[in-house]
């Protein structure tokens, strides 16, 4: 319904709601758009020196400006409090619980995005800035906390699974970035010194995505929407949506992989 917009391909369930909003805002600018500007016109050509050569000094009488003032305001309360303000209430107020959902610690840096999962126990481990290290520990886990053990981090690459809720947990270690993921309709800023949670479901898989849009190399992105730094434009992140199945067994790979005993310590 809203193809004419010409937004990026959609993925979440929440999606058709913003860009249903996105279409009524835009139809209600153009509707205002020509009622003024033919107003204006009809000004400019009813009021022209020629024909008006001094000044009315009653003005007008009519109170068809007020009426249509008013109209307009009640359209932009619908829009308001009908559809952004329930909109946005269900994006911060409604979060699901973290017992359905998979709950995702993303921490942006200068120029990078450091993806932290739980592991099977769904408990994060500790972090401690003594321990960070830009090479081999960008979050400075402490992997001899017990909760730790299992946990997993990856740089730049966020996998999820299909038709779950999934909680991003937001932060930044620098300045402030953006989270935006164009075909999730999410952008959230990173903003150092606070976690900000942001939810969706994603609802299509990257596979059928390439299928959908006929392109094999398709790839979500996380762009960065903030200008950070000089790096900026190079702060990319990539979502892979894939079925439970296989969103399980790329995580019991990277545990094993991760928690493997490292023969340099
Ligand atoms: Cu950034």
């Known amino acids: 319904m ?3 917009l010409g937004l990026p391909a959609l ?9 249903g909003l996105i279409g009524w805002t835009h ?10 500007g033919g107003f204006f016109t009809y000004c400019l050509i009813r009021y022209r020196r020629s024909r008006q050569p001094v000044a ?10 007020n009426y249509s003032e008013v109209g307009v305001a009640i359209v932009e309360a619908i829009l308001l409090l009908g559809f952004s303000i329930p909109l946005w209430a269900a994006r911060v107020d409604h979060i699901p619980s973290e017992s359905e ?5 993303v921490t942006g840096e200068q ?16 972090t401690d800035i003594k321990l960070l290290d830009l090479q081999s520990n960008p979050l400075g886990l402490d992997r ?4 730790a053990k299992d946990d997993v981090t990856t740089l730049n690459q966020l996998y999820l699974p ?10 930044s270690k620098d300045v402030i970035h953006s989270f935006g993921v164009p075909e999730f309709r999410v952008k959230q800023d990173a903003v150092p010194g606070l976690t900000i949670p942001l939810w969706f479901v994603p609802n299509v898989t990257t596979a059928e995505m390439r299928t959908r849009l006929g392109d094999a190399e398709f790839q979500y992105e996380i762009a960065c929407a903030q200008l950070c730094g000089l790096g900026h434009a190079k702060m990319r992140g990539f979502v892979t949506v894939v079925s439970a199945d296989e969103f399980q067994k790329w995580l019991d790979d990277k545990v094993k992989e991760q928690s493997a005993p490292d023969p340099f310590r």
């Open 101 to 105: 959902a998979l709950v995702v610690e």
């Open 144 to 147: 001899d906390d017990p909760a």
């Open 27 to 36: 139809i209600f600018m153009l509707v205002l758009f020509v009622g003024w």
């Open 162 to 171: 299909v038709n779950k809720p999934i909680i991003i947990r937001l932060r």
């Open 56 to 65: 009315n000094y009653t003005g007008v009488r009519s109170h068809v400006s």
């Open 11 to 19: 993925a979440t369930t929440h999606g058709g709601q913003i860009d």
């Open 2 to 4: 809203t193809e004419w």
């Open 111 to 126: 120029f990078a995005w450091n993806i932290h999962y739980a592991g099977p126990d769904g408990k994060f481990g500790k």
